[in-house]
Nanobody
Framework: VQLQASGGGVVQAGGSLTLSCATSGFRLDHYNIAWFRQAPGKEREGVSCITSSDGGTYYASSVKGRFTISRDNAKNTVTLQMNGLKPEDTATYYC???????????????????WGQGTQVTVSS
């Protein structure tokens, strides 16, 4: 199981970025995929998750309405579209997966055993 996150960068407040998580070594449609982020000095927090079963989506309250997660099984890629970015969105973003995630635990980082390397998102005010 391998994941590789990309697409981070520096953007002004109100701008947009698209993060991608390229996956390999497993069938994407069999696994829930989540995005987490971690800012300096803060705990890693769940941002969004897309489920394997029906493509259901989950979002942290802080990003709901601004971020959209999607999945392309043919390309083995999960995308996080981030609009209306705020300085507080600044963090390193990670994609993660595990075959034994209950959807009720989607935002618990301790539940995931497979992580991408992270991509830095910086939002300037």
């Amino acid at each position: 199981v391998q994941l590789q996150a990309s697409g981070g960068g520096v953007v002004q407040a109100g701008g947009s970025l698209t993060l991608s998580c390229a996956t390999s070594g497993f069938r994407l449609d069999h696994y829930n995929i989540a995005w987490f982020r971690q800012a300096p000095g803060k705990e890693r927090e769940g941002v969004s998750c897309i489920t394997s079963s029906d493509g259901g989506t989950y979002y942290a309250s802080s990003v709901k309405g601004r971020f959209t997660i999607s999945r392309d099984n043919a390309k083995n890629t999960v995308t996080l579209q981030m609009n209306g970015l705020k300085p507080e969105d600044t963090a390193t973003y990670y994609c993660a997966t595990d075959p034994y995630i209950w959807t009720a635990e989607w935002d618990m980082s301790s539940s995931y055993n497979y992580w991408g390397q992270g991509t830095q998102v910086t939002v300037s005010s």
